[in-house]
């Protein structure tokens, strides 16, 4: 029997790249990187929350671009169950044009550039990204994600 979600979450999350890097955030204890964004707030529309989120974790404007498209997924996490539903769109920073580092604010310890070929040693999370974003730039992004719980768990390993 399926485990029920304690909560749903709706999310955004940002591919932002320069020069096949992208930028990543670390978790505290760098055991893995996560794209920028967050959580969409009651009565936020998803321009606004992609906005939002990085104004809070970059205090950077941006330029939001293509639609990727999104992940489905059910994990635990410090004892609740979370059903995560989160949509991915390409965005450019507004007077961004180098891989310098960028200081982070909020809840993001700190963020980096990591090169598109890197990302399985940066650990990012979730696991699928890692083989899925390749394969947008190499396909001039050119193709929409619908990633399901079942794709994630079959691409663990990845």
């Known amino acids: 029997m399926k485990k029920q979600p304690d909560k749903i979450r709706i999310c ?3 591919i932002i790249s320069i020069d096949n890097n992208i ?14 964004g967050g959580g ?18 970059l205090q950077k404007d941006i330029e ?16 609740k169950y979370i059903h995560e539903i989160c949509h991915i769109f390409r965005v450019n920073l507004v007077g961004v044009d180098t891989t310098e580092p960028l200081e982070s604010f909020a809840e993001v310890p700190s963020v980096q ?10 650990n990012l999370k979730p ?9 947008l730039f190499n396909n001039n992004f050119q193709e929409t994600w619908h990633i399901s719980q079942n794709e994630i768990k079959l691409n663990k390993s990845v």
């Open 40 to 57: 969409i707030e009651v009565g936020e529309t998803i321009p606004e929350a992609l906005h939002r989120e990085i104004q809070e974790e």
């Open 127 to 135: 696991d699928i990204l890692r083989t899925k974003i390749p394969q």
């Open 113 to 122: 550039w990591v090169a598109i070929d890197e990302l399985t040693d940066a």
């Open 12 to 14: 955004v999350d940002a």
């Open 64 to 79: 939001i671009g293509t639609y990727v498209g999104y992940f489905d997924q059910q994990f635990e996490l410090n004892g």
């Open 23 to 36: 930028l990543v955030c670390d978790v505290e204890d760098k055991s893995f990187t996560y794209l920028p």
